[in-house]
């Protein structure tokens, strides 16, 4: 068990989607937070919402890709609030490429936020929960670090390493009061798509199109998420998946762990995956 109330909880990411949801739910549960993302006004709009509710929040503007900035933010912290209790790496971007017209440029503008960014993120904050002695660790991976589908091997790679990582992490801080949970939402409403890049990009519409195209797919809202992440904290649960393609899709890995593309792909699926069988992105 992982206990919120009065705890000091970072989530990166948090002017928007799952960040900003999970972050809502935390200060209910009368946690105190510290967001940050890139986003102004977003982060703003957040800490408001939080405000109105009655809870403690600061915000802090921070790019989980400068090593530099994700150490600096966990100094402030530890200064300002004597160190975090639980950290949430929620900060994330997608792209649409495949394999053969993807740069490196472009796979790294990935990696460098969704896979680095998470592990900056982790080593920055492990010292201080471990001078506390106790403390939670919560990194968000995706159903796409369980399986992964055409058009997403940048994506595929950062989030199936962030799977890798935290589970590391988890084994080695078993026999501690030191918790580490990954999280890997199916489709979530929120501006993942919106924010994407789309590489490969014929059509000026087509982004809007990709966008709204995922917003009738993901079933699931960013409070919703919210709620579930926060569940699984609070129970110290390994893995905590969202909604129920996530559940549908991880068994569907776990029955045909070689071959569930042979069912998937037959037809367009999955949240991002609307270029994937033409290899064109549809912006
Ligand atoms: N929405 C989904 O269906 C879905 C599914 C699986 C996993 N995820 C993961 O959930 C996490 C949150 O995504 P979301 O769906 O809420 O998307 P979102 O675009 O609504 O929110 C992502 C937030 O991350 C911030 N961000 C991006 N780059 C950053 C950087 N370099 N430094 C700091 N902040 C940065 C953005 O400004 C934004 O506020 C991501 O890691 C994403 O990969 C989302």
Redesign the pocket.
């Known amino acids: 068990m992982t206990e919120i109330s009065g705890k000091t909880v970072v989530i990166?990411?948090?002017?928007?989607?799952?960040?900003?949801?999970t972050a809502i739910e935390l200060a209910k549960r009368g946690a105190r937070l510290a967001i940050?993302?890139?986003?102004r006004a977003?982060l703003a709009e957040t800490a408001k919402r939080i405000e109105a509710m009655g809870g403690k929040v600061s915000t802090y503007l921070?790019?989980?890709?400068?090593r530099d900035a994700v150490y600096a933010f966990a100094q402030e912290i530890e200064s300002a609030h004597g160190g975090a209790d639980i950290v949430i790496n929620?900060?994330?971007?997608?792209q649409i490429a495949r394999v053969d017209a993807l740069s490196y440029e472009d796979f790294e503008w990935v990696m460098?936020?969704?896979f680095w960014?998470m592990v900056y993120g982790t080593k920055a904050f492990l010292p201080q929960i471990q001078k506390k002695g106790e403390g939670h660790i919560v990194n968000?991976?995706?159903?796409?670090g369980i399986i992964s589908v055409p058009s997403q091997a940048a994506?595929n790679s950062a989030?199936f390493a962030i799977r890798g990582f935290t589970e590391a992490l988890r084994h080695e801080m078993k026999g501690t009061r030191i918790n580490v949970s990954c999280?890997?939402?199916?489709?979530?409403?929120?501006?993942?798509?919106?924010?994407a890049r789309f590489l490969q990009s014929t059509q000026a519409t087509a982004r809007e199109e990709a966008a709204s195209g995922?917003d009738k797919l993901?079933r699931t809202t960013?409070e919703k998420a919210g709620e579930t992440i926060a569940n699984g904290i609070a129970k110290n649960k390994a893995r905590i998946l969202?909604g129920t393609d996530a559940k549908i899709i991880d068994l569907l890995q776990r029955i045909l762990p070689s071959s569930y593309g042979k069912i998937m792909f037959r037809r367009e699926i999955g949240?991002?995956s609307g270029a994937a069988e033409t290899g064109e992105a549809k912006a």
């Open positions: 990166t990411g948090a002017a928007s989607g799952i960040g900003r949801g940050s993302d890139l986003d977003g921070v790019d989980v890709a400068d929620n900060a994330g971007v997608a460098n936020i969704d960014g968000v991976s995706s159903i796409f994506y989030k999280v890997h939402p199916g489709g979530i409403k929120t501006n993942i798509v919106r924010n995922f993901a960013p969202i949240p991002l």
